[in-house]
């Protein structure tokens, strides 16, 4: 289990960050978004290859209206 | 036309920049934009919803201005850390809108947070324009920690106060080597008019406009306002007295028959 934006989300065997986006039916082309695993920020580059531990916290955000 | 804004070596035309906060419709922030001919509106860094994503965005790009990131949010330095390096790989810009904020009942900056914030985004080579008191001590501070710009609040955030303390942002002005900003708490134009008299070099607007019950129509006026208290500024104006001073001569008075 991991935990995506808060939600516990079972995340398969061994997902790379790029297998979590799918999951959520995210494009991980989608231009505009970041992701952070454990307070980490991750590179986009590294989405097909780094692994979520199980437990993780994943946050991924985008950007939105704000002052 | 006003002389450009340079911040971070940057050239801006414009002296006002937009916050995309509390628009109700996007096509409304289109127009807003338009009217108040910025370069730079900030945004805020949120989870994603797939429903929602990429709207904003497009919109923006739309219109040819650049996002700034804010760190809005964040009450600690370590989140405002973190937040800003997502918007970085999300938005491909190393600029940010640094917010540490103490408390949500008057969001005002924390102090100790935001300068440890500031240090660490200017060492991992963020150009830095903290959101921050009107505190002339803390503008130094953040000045002298690498910050590209000050931007002293002139009252609470979405207050419409206008600005509490124009001493203070006078006092700000005169010591600062960097851009001042004013940010948040202006409520109509001549809040903006009044922040480039007393010398700052932009203003940042989100709630006056978006939550105004016209949001293009303020959105023009408060740049025409920005434009106007820099012309005023320059043109120096006149010295507050305590008695009236005729314009009118006072020689030459026609005396009328009783």
Known sequence: MIYVNGQPTDGGENPTIRDVLLRLDIDPATAGIAVAVDAEVTRRGEWPTLTVPDGARVEIVTATQGG | ?258
């Open chain 2, 1 to 258: 036309m006003t002389a450009p804004l340079h911040i971070a070596g940057r050239e801006l035309r414009s002296r006002l920049l937009l916050g995309t906060g509390g628009f109700a419709r996007l096509a409304t922030l289109g127009d807003a934009i338009e009217a108040c001919e910025c370069e730079l509106v900030t945004v805020a860094m949120r989870r994603v919803d797939p429903a929602t994503q990429g709207s904003l965005l497009d919109v923006i790009s739309e219109r040819g201005v650049d996002v700034l990131p804010n760190t809005a949010g964040c009450f600690t330095a370590r989140d405002a850390v973190l937040t800003a390096q997502l918007a970085r790989e999300a938005l491909g810009t190393d600029w940010v809108k640094l917010e540490v904020i103490g408390d949500e009942r008057t969001l005002l900056p924390d102090a100790p947070e935001l300068l440890v914030a500031a240090e660490q985004l200017v060492d991992d080579g963020f150009v830095v324009l903290p959101y921050t008191n009107d505190d002339p001590v803390l503008a130094r501070r953040l000045q002298d920690v690498g910050c590209a710009a000050v931007m002293p609040l002139g009252s609470p955030i979405g207050s419409g106060m206008g600005i509490a303390n124009p001493a203070n942002i006078t006092l700000i002005v005169q010591a600062a080597g960097v851009p001042v900003i004013l940010d948040a708490g202006v409520g109509t134009a001549s809040d903006a008019a009044l922040a480039m008299e007393l010398g700052c070099d932009a203003v940042l607007c989100a709630s006056a406009i978006s939550r105004a019950a016209d949001p293009v129509a303020m959105a023009h006026a408060i740049r025409l306002a920005v434009e106007a208290g820099v012309l005023a500024r320059g043109a120096g104006r006149i010295a507050r007295r305590t008695h009236a001073r005729a314009s009118s001569p006072l020689q030459g008075v026609a005396e009328f028959a009783e």
